[in-house]
């Protein structure tokens, strides 16, 4: 079994082109972020020196923007649904206040 297929299983997704679609929304989408990273931060900085908690400023907020170009890319390759489940499934899990794990235990 190749790396594609188990993409596939684990996303639960129809077909090995499906898979294809939804690394290609995450490529593109990194790449967008990458691209608007410096002129995002020059604006910012008026072209001053970049101090280290620019960036890591960008980071945290970039998390918001992201999930747009992610939803939006989804969109343009047909793959809107994947990754609208799969942002309710990463905020869930985001904002989920932990409790203990209770699926061990025995009902009575």
Excluded: C
């Excluded at 993409?7 to 972020?33: A, D, E, H, K, Y």
């Excluded at 999930?67 to 343009?76: A, I, M, R, S």
């Excluded at 390759?77 to 989920?96: A, P, T, V």
């Amino acid at each position: 079994m190749g790396w594609l297929e188990s993409l596939r299983r684990r996303w639960n997704v129809r077909n090995t082109m499906q898979v294809i679609l939804i690394l290609t929304v995450f490529i593109f989408t990194g790449s967008t972020v990458v691209w608007i990273k410096r002129p995002i931060l020059n604006f910012l900085l008026d072209g001053s020196a970049m101090p280290w908690w620019a960036s890591v400023l960008y980071y945290v907020l970039i998390l918001p923007v992201y999930n747009v170009f992610l939803l939006f890319y989804g969109f343009v390759f047909g793959q809107f649904s994947f990754f609208w489940n799969f942002e309710k499934r990463f905020f869930d899990r985001l904002l989920r206040r932990r409790t203990p794990d209770n699926r061990h235990q025995t009902n009575n």
